[in-house]
């Protein structure tokens, strides 16, 4: 098996081994420039709170008025950094007053919401987007006025999301050569059965990554998932095995974050072979625009794409049948991708993107079925780990 | 705690006492006239293969050609049976010959899945009916076509789509006073965390329900589940909690019939006050019409309307921004549940919806933060269940 898994282990060695896996805006001098949030402990984010709302209660007393100096937010303050290979925001302010019909409401919803995040944060629970909702809808009368200015507190306290415990509803799932702690309770994803673990939303409760595995296998579809789950393909190939079922939440992205940041072992993506294949591999990496000064938490460099490639048709021979062909939306969004930075940084994956718009073909990861219900598990994946074949 | 709980005790009590929780086409002597089919082991469902195929090479060396005598599964054939609660499957048969040209393609696609289905049988894995599907692609063209004759052949072999190890996809999740082994693995529903346990979709796989649980709570949404398992609910009262996260699915329905004949205990429903919310409860209560034949299986009777009630609105003064304005749309779903047999059935239950229609008010399970977030921990639930408030 060790000689089988020597491609894996020197990626893992290297992954390890790299001195800095991850650049902050601090290590580059650019934290002047630029904007990001950080993961911080309850305590310290109500603790912040309070500052804000003691310097408020200073201009007040001082005459200068009520209001908060924002971070903007627009299109044209989120700018990708090379160096970070992450979309960040411009460190650029504007005053939002109380004293102003235009801003009024904002601030008064802003000021109850941090009042309600306060209140959250100190009895130690998290609740959802709806929940704030609920709690003023007769100020916030629409739940996109009180979900709106939950990235504004972030950006100002300089926190993620996720540090104010107000949590999205989870899809993703667990199994694997991992064990963790949840709110307590140790996890052992695996004794997990087929199911595997629920990735839960308040991703502040999980601790302790420990592991023998030797490289996280992120799946796109629920049905590979449960393949390899019934398997146990991670008996075999040390691994721990990851879905979002489909297009990734974002308990799902912080988890695979926080687990390739804890463990330093490299991530393979197993998608299907189109532009939506791609897409999801980009927002694990990426993330998406409009959460661009959370990118740090929420994202995952350096995934390394398995499969299903475009070029895997023709290795593995998948029958004409099994691919498909790509409709006028597949090409564009294709052609969109291949425009993308994150593409045009590494050529092999230029090249894969040009094979597929230049086959108009595409296929799904259960393509591979077609040689037996088994092949992914049993040929494709022990035949793709044991050449290294990943780009 | 034990006062409190008298309502839930004597619930459990009638539930535990009743003699024929469940009764069969069997019990009431229809078994001539409607058909129904149960959950066989996988070694069975293969023998039962091998004595259709033995059968039809009879009938081919007797000259008498090649096809399938298969269960009529129209609309018209689909029945609800009072006495059993549930809609069920008229016996009724058609033969479908190969020799013929409007049904030799249906005949060959409906022998090759069968061949496909031993073959996972004897293996002991599961598949999905996409992977069903790329095996031959050739000949099924499109994934309709494969999937259609998987009732035919569930209702031919007189087993569950379950038995035949085609599997649907998850998204349910299970936390509280429960364990169960999944696949050898021993799960401990207490030891979950916050996110809860995945429930699998091979849900033969599952098995030993174990349960000091006084009462099953099925839960709509995926926020109020969240709620609840980070107060650790179950511990003040034992109880297990499920979602599926909105309309629930196959692997779900599956897996809370189970329980509910395994453990013998009251199944709760705490959802959404809308017509909606009840169709959630009607789901799990009825099953839908195609799966008439697998009612008996996928269904759970017996499911009482906790919350959140039509009612409740007043008696819990929830205020009126709160309480949202009914669409047309969601009227005109109120009507037609009205009209439906397990409403009529239950003179309480048609009293709510009335209530509902009359007012043209809805409200979210959420509604119940603007008392606090965790109101619905705390307040709510309690005293329901303390004063036996369910319908």
Same mark, same amino acid.
């Given at each position: 098996m060790d000689e089988v898994l020597s491609k894996v282990h020197a990626l893992e060695t290297a992954v390890k081994c790299r001195p800095e896996l991850r650049k902050t805006l601090n290590d580059l001098n650019?934290?002047?420039?630029?904007?990001?949030?950080?993961?911080?402990? &309850?305590?310290? $984010?109500?603790a912040a709170i309070e500052q804000v709302m003691i310097a408020i209660a200073d201009t007040i007393l001082r005459n200068e008025g009520f209001g908060y100096s924002l971070p903007s937010r627009g299109n044209t303050d989120q700018v990708y950094v090379e160096q970070l290979d992450r979309i960040v925001l411009k460190e650029k302010h504007t005053f939002t007053t109380f004293h102003n019909t235009s801003s009024v409401r904002k601030v008064a919803i802003l000021t109850r919401v941090m009042q309600l995040i306060h209140g959250v944060l100190t009895r130690g629970i998290h609740v959802t987007k709806r929940d704030l909702f609920y709690t003023d809808v007769k100020l916030f009368r629409d739940q996109k006025d009180s979900d709106s200015v939950l990235d504004d507190i972030s950006c100002l306290l300089g926190c993620t999301r996720n540090s104010l415990h107000v949590v999205a509803s989870e899809k993703g799932v667990v199994v694997g050569k991992l064990t963790y702690t949840e709110d307590g309770d140790e996890i052992d994803c695996t004794k997990m059965g087929i199911g595997g673990k629920a990735i839960p939303s308040n991703i502040d409760e999980v601790d302790c990554f420990r592991s023998v595995a030797k490289f996280v296998l992120l799946v796109e579809k629920d049905a590979a998932f449960m393949r390899l789950a019934e398997d146990r393909f991670y008996?075999?190939?040390?691994?721990?095995?990851?879905?979002?079922?489909?297009?990734? /939440?974002?308990?799902?992205?912080?988890?695979?974050?926080?687990? !390739?940041? +804890?463990?330093?072992?490299?991530?393979?993506?197993? $998608?299907?072979?189109?532009?939506? &294949?791609? #897409?999801?591999?980009?927002?694990?990496?990426?993330?998406? #625009?409009n959460m661009a000064f959370d990118s740090a938490n929420l994202t995952t460099p350096d995934i390394k794409w398995l499969g299903v490639r475009?070029? /895997?048709? +023709?290795?593995? #021979?998948?029958?004409?049948?099994?691919?498909?062909?790509?409709?006028?939306?597949?090409?564009?969004? &294709?052609?969109?991708?291949?425009?993308?930075?994150?593409?045009?940084?590494?050529? #092999?994956?230029?090249?894969?993107?040009?094979?597929?718009?230049?086959? !108009?073909?595409?296929?799904?990861?259960?393509?591979?079925?077609?040689?037996?219900?088994?092949?992914?598990?049993?040929?494709?994946?022990?035949? !793709?780990?044991?050449?290294? +074949?990943?780009?």
């Open positions: 650019l934290n002047e420039a630029y904007r990001e949030v950080v993961d911080l402990p &309850g305590v310290e $984010v109500a008996n075999r190939f040390p691994c721990i095995i990851i879905t979002a079922k489909g297009q990734p /939440d974002v308990a799902t992205r912080l988890f695979l974050s926080k687990l !390739k940041r +804890d463990l330093r072992i490299p991530v393979l993506a197993l $998608v299907d072979a189109d532009p939506y &294949g791609l #897409k999801i591999i980009s927002v694990y990496m990426q993330g998406s #625009k475009p070029s /895997d048709l +023709d290795k593995f #021979k998948i029958p004409e049948q099994c691919r498909l062909e790509m409709s006028q939306k597949d090409i564009e969004t &294709g052609h969109h991708m291949l425009n993308e930075d994150f593409i045009q940084q590494n050529p #092999k994956w230029v090249r894969e993107v040009k094979m597929m718009l230049a086959s !108009k073909t595409k296929a799904e990861i259960q393509a591979l079925s077609s040689y037996g219900f088994q092949y992914l598990s049993e040929v494709y994946l022990p035949l !793709k780990l044991q050449e290294g +074949d990943w780009i």
